[in-house]
């Protein structure tokens, strides 16, 4: 069952709420597995936003320790707390653009709940929107050489930089640190483009530049990246597939969505696979068929459950839906195969060239594959 469960204790009972003055900023702060930053945060929120009419929005994904507890017993004392408790989805992307989505604030920022980002240099963030100077204020890393001396691995770090320059370069946008997770925004430039948004991947700031259909007024704000203090990092392999995935996606003006090509590299991978256990199976002397078939079964098996654990994490298929899940894939990629095939031969029929017929029927039984499992199987 999927649905979304916000708890704001109060908030619309409590005497002392009647007449108080609109809130002016939201601050979005997505969670998984972060009960023991809740309340050090919360708390620094309090003192760095004195004097600003402000709210914050955990949006947590169903945490297994209990972080959605932590929010409301919060909620319960101050009713600037809300918790956005999310069941059967998964991602940052998301968790935040529901988070923006659910706020009535003309601004909202965006800050992790690890305890890394600077919530002092926030007013100053807000001065600059409030002043007309920027709609979009960055929180970054590189601007002074400080920046990332703390709270990065050598091997994060590397891949920070690189995501960062892939990033400016598909942007063309003066941006130090467009792939940051710390931001402030005018809420309605959010809302313009949130149909466009992924709802996969860490890096929603470079989507939400490289969605807008004009180029925004930016600023950025220096701040010392802090060493984590509790919780696990969410980066791993998957979200760096998902950020290229993203980035290819920009690359063609959203006409194809990041899911289907994580699909397609998935999909390649298959290849290479088939070939692997096509080889194997002849060097252990089995017929040709016999080969063919089981590298074909190995190559199906390896792009489900990669699809299952990348393409698809946010939907992952486990315990007994896996193995019906896996059921369904075969089936249907079978059907594309029988598809690809009769494409192919109808499109050799009409010309003699043979790499257009195949390149035909390949394209449509990859959209089979990608439309079909999608619905059927994820």
Request: glycine residues 8%; aromatic residues 8%.
């Amino acid at each position: 069952m999927i649905f979304a469960e916000i708890h704001a204790s109060r908030l619309a009972s409590q005497p002392a709420l009647q007449g108080q003055e609109p809130i002016e900023l939201t601050v979005v702060v997505p969670t998984f597995n972060e009960r023991d930053n809740i309340c050090p945060l919360a708390e620094r929120l309090r003192v760095a936003l004195s004097g600003i009419s402000w709210q914050v929005i955990f949006v947590d994904d169903n945490s297994a320790d209990g972080t959605a507890q932590v929010v409301k017993r919060l909620a319960n004392d101050d009713p600037r707390v809300m918790c956005l408790h999310r069941i059967g989805r998964r991602g940052l992307a998301g968790a935040v653009l529901e988070g923006v989505m659910a706020s009535a604030a003309p601004v909202v920022a965006v800050i992790d709940a690890d305890l890394q980002h600077d919530e002092t240099i926030l007013p100053g963030m807000l001065g600059l929107i409030r002043s007309g100077e920027a709609e979009l204020v960055v929180g970054s890393r590189y601007l002074t050489p400080e920046g990332l001396d703390t709270g990065l691995s050598p091997m994060r770090l590397a891949g920070s930089r690189v995501a960062t320059w892939i990033a400016r370069l598909v942007l063309r946008a003066e941006v130090s640190d467009p792939v940051s997770g710390f931001f402030m925004i005018r809420r309605d430039l959010v809302e313009r483009v949130a149909p466009r948004l992924s709802s996969q991947g860490f890096k929603v700031l470079f989507d939400i530049i490289a969605s807008q259909p004009e180029k925004l007024k930016i600023a950025e704000v220096p701040y010392a990246f802090a060493e984590r203090q509790a919780g696990d990092s969410k980066l791993d392999g998957r979200v760096v597939i998902e950020y290229l995935g993203l980035i290819l996606s920009k690359l063609t003006r959203n006409v194809v969505p990041p899911r289907a090509l994580l699909f397609g590299i998935v999909g390649s991978t298959g290849l290479l696979v088939h070939f692997a256990a096509l080889y194997l199976c002849r060097w252990l002397g089995l017929t040709f068929i016999i080969s063919q078939t089981l590298a074909a079964l190995t190559a199906m098996t390896s792009n489900f459950l990669i699809n299952n654990q990348v393409t698809y994490r946010d939907r992952r298929l486990k315990g007994w839906r896996l193995f019906t899940g896996y059921l369904r894939f075969c089936a249907l990629c079978g059907l594309g195969l029988v598809a690809n095939v009769a494409i192919a031969d109808l499109v050799h029929q009409v010309t003699p060239l043979w790499w257009l017929a195949g390149a035909s029927g390949a394209i449509f039984g990859a959209i089979w594959n990608y439309v079909g499992t999608s619905l059927a199987v994820w």
